[in-house]
Structures are given as structure tokens and as C-alpha cells.
């Protein structure tokens, strides 16, 4: 394959029988933490690799560090470019929407984790058996560890398959550990980098999955998921997580997020199944109406998170007209 520098005036040459992988790294403010996880890049059993950073408008020694790694792998390894610096969401979609990148396969990372050494190798195995052609996505557990790299635990095990309906009310999968295929690239890039939506990762599992493209949950953990005062979006573990989603959902956050993702799907409304405009159908009556039209219409759509509690906070949600 041909991969273009940003000026467009480079060509590199790569293995062409070996998949190569694009790691989009979003930074901003990030020296403390960035270096290890360069490092965690470096260390991959996959090593056909390009990362490209956009940085969304560091004051602190991110660049620097950038250019010491740039200089030391190469610059057809690190590409840096300029975020659009609106948040991390819009930066990421600014970067995977970025028409000079050509790869195979994509992958998001944050600048504070730590890979395991075959990640991208597991995700590669998983994602190469279902093709290219079909728009697919791998994402994983993750093990949880402290400013310190102290480790906390796990984040959730989801144990029903991900799929469309659940990926309209809930996100299983960490953007961080997200990698998906050309065709999946496709599909985000054709809803536009401007669209405004509370996280990539959600975003993607909502794209992917009203496509009826493939989404792989693999339950064992991929890197080191990094929980500081600095996190943007943390685990959702434990009781304090579940008690300020309660607190988010009752105030008509969730609502608004899904309206942005319900703005995302009508931009790809071609490339939904017929079952899943008839699932996108139904969820929209559950959303207006009376409580009893809303009530009905979530039953009627199939519409799940993951969990027993999860749903019954789901119809709820649809009862208060917070959904």
C-alpha cells in the first residue's frame, strides 16, 4: 500500500501483505503520561504501524516530547497535525476523517494508557476473519490502574452481543481500544468530521452498527486504562459512576446525547438495514408521545443496555420522557 505524507508530496512504501494499521492519537496537555504510551506503541508484536497526533492546542511539553519521538522513529512513523481544538470528540473525528491518512486498519488511542504488547495484533486476528469489505469493529475490556500505574481492577464485562440496539442507548466499548476496518473508516467519514456528538467511541459503535457492519467485544482486557483527575470520560465503575449516570439521565443528559447520535444516524439513514430502521423507527416513538406510546415503542424497538438495572433505569427513562 501507498501511504501520502500531509503535504502530499511523500509516498511511503509499505508491506503490502501485512496489514497496516493507523494509530489516531488525540493529545492535548498530555507530557505526563504521553511518553509511556509511545513507548507501549513502540513494543507491539504488530509492527506494521503509522501514528498519527493531532494536538489540540498543548501548552506544556507535548510537542516536545513528539518531536524527540518523531526523530527517533522516523517521520513516516509520527505525523503531528493541528487539532480543530473543540474537545476531544471533535478532534478525534477531525483526525479520522483527515482524507491524506491511508491504512488498512485504524485505531484510537489516548495519550495516558498503556498497551499491551498484542493489542493490535488480537484485534488484527478477530478483525481479518470477517474481511474488508463489511464495515467492522473490535473493541475490548480494559484493566483499570492509578496515576501510579497502581491497578484498580476491570472495567465492566458485557456479556450480551453489541449490536444496533444497544449501541443506541448504551456504548460497550472504550475508544481506546477501539480498531476497526477501511470500510468502517468509510462510513464515520462519509457522516463528516463536523458532526457534533459526545464521544467518538459512542459514535463509532452507533455507525458500525446501524450499517449492519460487525462489532467484536472482546471480554479480555487490551491495555492499561489510566483513572485520573485528568480523564475526561472515566470507567463508569462502581456505585459513584452509576449514581451520577442516574443523576445525568434525570436531568435530560443522556436525552441530549442521543439526539446528537440520532443526527449522526440520518446522515448515514442510506446505509441502515430495513430491520434497523424499523428498530430506529420504534425508538423514536418511545422517545414522544404520551408515557404509554413511549413505553410501548421501547418495547417495540428492542432496545437494551447490557444490564438488568440498566433497563429498568432504561424504561424509566422512556416513562419520565428522559430517553
Known amino acids: 500500500m501507498q501511504v501520502m505524507s500531509s503535504a ?3 509516498t511511503v512504501l509499505r508491506d503490502s501483505g501485512t496489514p497496516h494499521v493507523i494509530v489516531l492519537l488525540c ?45 527517533r522513529w522516523g517521520a513516516d512513523r509520527l505525523r503531528v497535525v493541528s487539532g480543530p481544538g473543540r474537545g476531544f470528540a471533535t478532534n478525534f473525528l477531525s483526525l479520522v476523517c483527515r482524507t491524506e491518512i491511508v491504512g488498512d486498519y485504524f485505531s484510537y488511542s489516548d495519550q495516558d494508557d498503556i498497551w499491551h504488547p498484542e493489542k493490535l495484533q488480537r484485534a488484527l486476528e478477530r478483525l481479518e476473519t470477517h474481511g474488508r469489505v463489511v464495515p467492522t469493529l473490535y473493541c475490548s475490556r480494559t484493566q483499570l490502574i492509578d496515576e501510579q500505574g497502581r491497578k484498580l481492577g476491570f472495567s465492566p464485562l458485557f ?30 467519514v462519509s ?3 463536523d458532526l457534533r456528538v459526545v464521544a467518538h ?37 462502581g456505585w459513584g459512576a452509576r449514581l451520577q449516570r442516574i443523576r445525568l439521565l434525570m436531568h435530560g443528559q443522556l436525552r ?16 441502515l438495514s430495513p430491520a434497523n430502521r424499523l428498530t430506529f423507527d420504534a425508538f423514536l416513538a418511545a422517545r414522544d408521545g404520551g408515557p404509554l406510546r413511549r413505553m410501548c415503542g421501547l418495547k417495540r424497538s428492542g432496545v437494551f443496555r447490557q444490564t438488568f438495572m440498566g433497563n429498568v433505569g432504561l424504561f424509566a427513562a422512556a416513562f419520565f420522557k428522559k430517553l
Request: proline residues 4%; aromatic residues 10%.
Open 8 to 10: 502530499g508530496t511523500e
Open 27 to 71: 493529545a492535548y496537555n498530555g507530557e505526563r503520561y504521553l511518553a509511556e504510551q509511545l513507548d507501549s506503541i513502540a513494543a507491539q508484536t504488530h509492527q506494521e504501524w503509522t501514528v498519527w497526533v493531532s494536538d489540540d492546542g498543548s501548552t506544556d511539553g507535548t510537542h516536545g516530547i513528539l518531536e524527540h519521538y518523531r526523530q
Open 159 to 188: 456479556t450480551r452481543a453489541p449490536g444496533f440496539r444497544n449501541a443506541l442507548v448504551q456504548n460497550v466499548g472504550g475508544g481506546n481500544t477501539m480498531v476497526f476496518n477501511q470500510a468502517a473508516r468509510q462510513l464515520l
Open 191 to 193: 457522516a463528516g468530521p
Open 201 to 237: 467511541d459512542w459514535w463509532t459503535y452507533v455507525a458500525v452498527s446501524a450499517a449492519d457492519g460487525v462489532v467484536v467485544y472482546d471480554p479480555q482486557p487490551t491495555l492499561l486504562y489510566r483513572q485520573h483527575g485528568g480523564n475526561l470520560i472515566g470507567s463508569n465503575l
Open 256 to 271: 441530549g446525547w442521543i439526539d446528537e447520535n440520532m443526527a449522526g444516524i440520518r446522515r448515514i439513514s442510506p446505509r
